[in-house]
């Protein structure tokens, strides 16, 4: 081993390697967070330029610059790359890789050559959906649920899209496997599981639903292919199959799936609000088990997306009830978060910013998601740009922002170098602004009954959609905006420090960038995570 | 973490004769999955089919897979992963069973 602090940092650290095969073959923990950072950013612009284009439909009502199909085959694309590609990889891909190992003490993950394996399954996936869109008989108009009988009837490319989706859920169950055993084998000396900062824990809890929940949207996603191609009668009536029980599967696996997203962005908030409130993590348990509650109850509750489709009375008030109870774990996250930081002494920088952004916007689209989740309420709303307004809340606003949040935090760790911060700041607004000018009148014209999937309206929903398509404009300037000034710091002369926001959690106790073995000795732990006193 | 302190039993060696009668067992339950399908079980088939999956897949993990000689964790994670299931599987008939 090299030895003391004339380490080669793990850029510098090619391993022997030349030029890209450095990164595309190497099995570092981190090398292998940044191959995810960059395709998961260029699967992220691609997919938001589609909805940018899907906005600009929208502008005024009738066929402005696409017609139906078209903008059936990007509404289904757009969700294809967003969910599988982007958000469900996203922040456990990227800075669980990167972060997991040096968080609890450790030199890289347990399986590092599995864990590169992944990223390989993952791009091959990538290809697998790409291709999809535009080969064979045009891209798949399903919407990214692939809801039977449709999908088993469509003439478009359903099979390869599915059977991306199903390559890409390989590598989510192996990232998963991987850091289930990374936690349980590799903490540092002294490093109890009370002991483990709290983004491990969400990834611990995370990585549970990868496994567990992953392998029945493979087979379901199969049974697809299997009824298209073979007539098996799954799910349509005629060959005496159920239709609902696709609904079933899809979300037995697809409603945990929204918590392989949300999980991870609570760890980055968690790991985010005490550092720049100066201040411990208020109820650092609660947060701790609230995420594996939030992942065991989360099991149960996916007919709420099924109030409408003639499942039966008794399931709906079941999932209905217990839709309400998961609510309550992701409450207390949200009232210790604002705990840690009632009278801490807050300093409002980037990562901050972006953070508070995250608790504001996921608590409007929790709340909505109640309007959801019981029953009345479902029914007038349901399939309505209400639904569109709410996930974006959730998912955009919750997970893209905590993603914002945790690439202006790490950053700095992760290169050496910081981010112009008055730009990042001004970036921030924008892309905050913008966002709730796009998502925000989608709620209003859904109440009123603007259905979502549609590529033309009424003419009394055209004021809403023309406010949102402008926000959609300001949020993508604003996100531009953000990505060229990150991009930008690496021209920056001086490095920003081993500990630029003076956290004190171990990533921070290490050089940056982070030397190829992260630690010259592993530390003992003595300490909880989050204790600032000296 | 450099410490193996728990290591279990290295290389568990279960002996032929052993594995034979968990062969025959699982031959044996394959047989009575096709046999069941001939009994008029209404809407029990399903449950039935399942619960003898389940003995058979238990059956491939304790002797095969050598959860037997394993450490009780995996046990508990096992024994987790097949109560999830079984909860789906309940939940799911909320809606069939009521319809
Ligand atoms: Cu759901």
New interface residues.
């Given amino acids: 081993m090299e030895t003391q602090n004339n380490q080669l940092n793990y850029i510098e650290d090619t391993q022997g390697r030349w030029g890209i095969f450095a990164w595309i073959f190497s099995t570092d923990h981190k090398r292998i967070g940044i191959l995810y950072l960059i395709s998961i950013t260029t699967f992220f612009l691609l997919a938001a330029l589609m909805g940018g284009l899907m906005r600009l439909e929208l502008i005024a009502p009738g066929e402005t610059i696409m017609d139906a199909q078209t903008y059936n085959g990007l509404f289904t694309v757009h969700g294809i790359i967003m969910i599988f590609l982007v958000v469900i990889p996203g922040l456990g891909a990227v800075f669980g890789n990167f972060f997991l190992p040096i968080m609890i003490g ?1 030199r890289d993950v347990a399986f590092p050559r599995l864990n590169l394996f992944s990223w390989w399954i993952y791009m091959a996936g990538a290809i697998l959906a790409v291709y999809s869109q535009f080969a064979g008989d045009g891209p798949p108009d399903t919407g990214w649920t692939f809801y039977a009988p449709y999908s088993t009837e469509s003439g478009t490319n359903v099979v390869a899209a599915v059977f991306a989706a199903f390559v890409l859920g390989f590598s989510s169950i192996l990232t998963g496997l991987n850091f289930i055993v990374t936690i349980h ?5 002294g490093m109890t599981w009370f002991k483990m900062p709290l983004f491990p824990w969400s990834l611990y809890a995370t990585a549970w639903i990868q496994v ?1 929940a992953t392998p029945i949207v493979g087979i379901t996603l199969m049974m697809i292919v299997a009824e298209r191609l073979f007539q098996i009668g799954f799910f349509d009536p005629a060959l005496g199959g159920d239709p ?1 029980l696709y609904q ?1 599967l899809f979300w ?1 696996y697809s409603h945990p799936a929204v918590y392989i997203m949300i999980l991870p962005a609570m760890g980055v908030i968690t790991e985010i609000i005490p550092t720049f409130a100066k201040k411990s993590i208020f109820g650092y348990k609660a947060i701790a088990l609230s995420s594996v509650a939030i992942a065991a109850v989360g ?2 509750v996916w ?1 709420h997306h099924m109030y409408t489709s003639g ?5 709906r008030w ?1 999932f209905s009830f217990l839709t309400f109870i998961v609510a309550i774990p992701s409450a207390i996250k949200v009232f210790n978060w604002v705990a840690t930081m009632y009278k801490g002494s807050i300093d409002a920088r980037t990562p901050f910013l972006y953070a508070a952004t995250f608790i504001f916007l996921f608590m409007i689209g929790g709340l909505t998601g109640l309007v959801l989740g019981s029953l009345a309420t479902d029914v007038h709303v349901h399939d309505t740009s209400f639904v569109v307004a709410h996930f974006h809340y959730i998912i955009f606003g919750g997970m893209g922002f905590a993603f914002f949040a945790a690439i202006h935090y790490w950053w700095p760790k992760m290169f050496g170098k910081m981010y112009n911060e008055r730009v990042a700041n001004i970036a921030w607004l924008i892309t905050f602004v913008g966002f709730n000018v796009l998502y925000f009148p989608l709620f209003v014209i859904g109440i009123q009954g603007m259905p979502r999937r549609y590529f033309d309206y009424l003419p009394e929903f055209h004021a809403g959609h023309l406010i949102s398509t402008i926000g959609a404009f300001i949020l993508l300037s604003g996100l531009f905006l953000m990505i060229i000034n990150i991009y930008r710091a690496k021209k920056h002369v001086t490095p920003a420090g081993d500990n630029p926001w003076g956290g004190v959690t171990l990533e921070w106790q290490v050089p940056s960038p982070p030397p190829t073995l992260n630690f010259d000795e592993i530390p003992t732990i003595t300490k909880s995570p989050y204790s600032f006193e000296k | 973490m450099e410490n193996h302190e728990h290591e279990p039993h290295e290389n568990h060696i279960t002996s032929y004769t052993t594995l034979a009668k968990v062969l025959i067992g699982l031959l044996f339950l394959t047989f009575i999955t096709v046999a069941v399908t001939g009994i008029h079980l209404g809407p029990l088939t399903v449950a039935v089919a399942l619960i003898i999956a389940c003995v058979k897949g238990g059956i491939v993990l304790t002797w095969f897979m050598h959860l037997k000689f394993e450490l009780p964790v995996f046990r508990y994670m096992v024994l987790g992963v097949f109560l999830l299931f079984a909860l789906i599987i309940i939940v799911t008939f909320f809606d069939y069973a009521f319809r």
């Fill in positions: 450790a084998r590799m903490r540092a000396p567990l609902i079933h037995i099991y149960f007919g499942m039966s009375g008794t399931a079941f």
